[in-house]
């Protein structure tokens, strides 16, 4: 490297610590999330904040600079504003598309006047949060919360229910949320307190209720009000089972399975807007489901979908046995580090629920391999037009980059990558576009996706939805119309 170089390294550091006060004070005072292309930027490190600026070269080829962010984050710091999530990449790109002539602080005062001063939003936070269960979408649900509790506006997770597995229970939960062979070091600190059956976290007190049965629990006794109980135990899928979780204190339960019945299945991105938000109870479907149906979704949007074979390649899960043993499904009960197991998935035919006016069949397999986690999906599907690789690429790419789909699917043309590079990602969906083959009117696409967090975030995605408190991500389409508009007239 030379001096040249380092020192516009060590000034691209700079600017990037320079942000991260500021991102700070907007997440914690006001309730502003600040995103780059789609990916927040709140608790991120120095080198974090550069590597997603580098991000960008995804969508024009050049990387994004933190001295071309930089100053819109500051002229963001000075506006009085309501709780909203602002992308810093599509501002930026906004900007340079507007041909107003506008300084970079009059674009950003009219492109946030929708949420700024009188027009800002009121903060519908904190809402209180039960899980029901502490297995490995329980705990990683569990980092979320506490990593998105600092605004103070959001989720605040106040009981973990559990049945007790001995005197040293707390303990033991209380490691386990600590490290995680696959995820890694809890990312702050947790202390025990074994009189009051609690466990803080960060500072968030986390409330641990031992108990066999739901019927039997009044929440209110723990102060706790109009909670949303997250059940992530898969005991009860149907509605008559779920529903003994409305206990006093409880007002919405979500379970962390694909629902039975008449309990709708939501996608986070493709139907959760759909919902009919005075029903009780939903299910946020299979981690499957939710790799499967954005792309799904994506693509038949744009080309049309006849019909379709998924075939996942799924990580072993704690349902399998480690050593051969009864199981009551077929298969599952061979040893899973030792044996590709062949299952069945209900993803395929989850697509129904999740898309009501998606004819297309359908058709689905499993294959359970030596790995702990992330799983990929391939997706062979006969679509209604003839169209090439570079035009599928092109659309998928953009539609991870901006979108109704851009928080849900991602995309990576890394030509050498393998599963574990997508351990910890927070899209439902990856598509790996070195893998796609598009021959006329035949699209095969090769979906990763973490099974654990990538699941865990569209859970908790959906539950800030169903909340209340999933805000608006501008700049928006239509706002930045609205202010060409106005400033026009003037």
Not at 61 to 87: A, H, N
Request: hydrophobic letters at 40%; proline letters at 3%.
């Amino acid at each position: 490297m030379t001096t040249e170089q380092l020192d516009r390294w060590n000034a691209q550091e700079a600017a990037a610590e320079a942000m991260i006060p500021i991102i700070g004070t907007l997440y914690r005072g006001k309730g502003v999330t600040i995103l780059l292309h789609s990916r927040s930027l709140v608790n991120k490190s120095v080198i974090s904040i550069l590597r997603t600026h580098r991000f960008a070269r995804q969508i024009g080829g050049e990387e994004l600079s933190v001295d071309e962010t930089l100053p819109f984050l500051q002229v963001i710091s000075r506006l009085d504003l309501g709780p909203c999530k602002i992308d810093l990449g599509q501002l930026v790109m906004a900007f340079h598309a507007d041909e107003r002539g506008l300084s970079i602080e009059e674009f950003t005062t009219s492109v946030l006047a929708e949420v700024s001063d009188g027009n800002k939003a009121v903060s519908q936070g904190p809402r209180d949060v039960v899980l029901y269960g502490f297995g490995r979408i329980g705990r990683l649900v569990t980092r979320l919360l506490i990593e998105k509790a600092g605004s103070g506006n959001g989720l605040s997770l106040r009981a973990v229910v559990v049945r007790k597995g001995g005197d040293d229970d707390l303990a033991k939960r209380a490691s386990l949320l600590r490290r995680d062979s696959v995820h890694g070091h809890f990312n702050g600190t947790i202390k025990v307190d074994t009189d009051n059956d609690t466990i803080t976290a960060n500072g968030n007190v986390i409330k641990f209720i031992y108990s066999d049965d739901p019927t039997t629990i009044d929440y209110t006794a723990y102060g706790i009000d109009n909670a949303i109980l997250i059940d992530n135990t898969g005991r009860w899928r149907d509605r008559d089972g779920l529903e003994q979780h409305l206990r006093p204190g409880i007002a919405k339960v979500v379970l962390t399975a694909p629902g039975k019945g008449d309990v709708p299945n939501i996608v986070h991105g493709v139907n959760h807007r759909d919902l009919d938000l005075s029903q009780q109870i939903f299910s946020c479907a299979s981690c499957t489901t939710n790799a499967i149906v954005p792309p799904l979704k994506a693509m038949d949007d744009e080309f049309g979908i006849v019909r379709g074979h998924v075939e996942t390649v799924h990580s072993f899960t704690n349902d399998q046995n480690l050593l051969d043993n009864y199981h009551k499904a077929d298969r599952r009960g061979r040893s899973a580090p030792f044996n590709l197991v062949l299952t069945e998935t209900g993803a395929a035919s989850a697509v129904a629920k999740a898309m009501p006016d998606f004819k297309a069949k359908i058709t689905g397999n499993s294959i359970r391999v030596p790995t702990p986690d992330v799983s990929v999906a391939i997706l062979n599907l006969q679509l209604k037009q003839d169209t090439t690789k570079e035009d599928v690429l092109a659309y998928l790419r953009q539609v991870s980059l901006a979108g109704p789909l851009s928080r849900n699917l991602d995309y990576t043309a890394a030509t050498d990558a393998v599963s574990s590079d997508f351990i910890g990602s927070r899209a439902a969906s990856i598509i790996d576009a070195n893998a796609t083959i598009v021959e006329g009117d035949t699209a095969i696409l090769y979906v990763w996706y973490d099974n654990e967090f990538g699941y865990s975030c569209q859970v908790v995605r959906t539950v800030q939805y169903i909340s209340g408190i999933e805000y608006p991500t501008y700049p928006r389409l239509g706002a930045l119309s609205d202010a060409r508009e106005l400033t026009d007239a003037r």
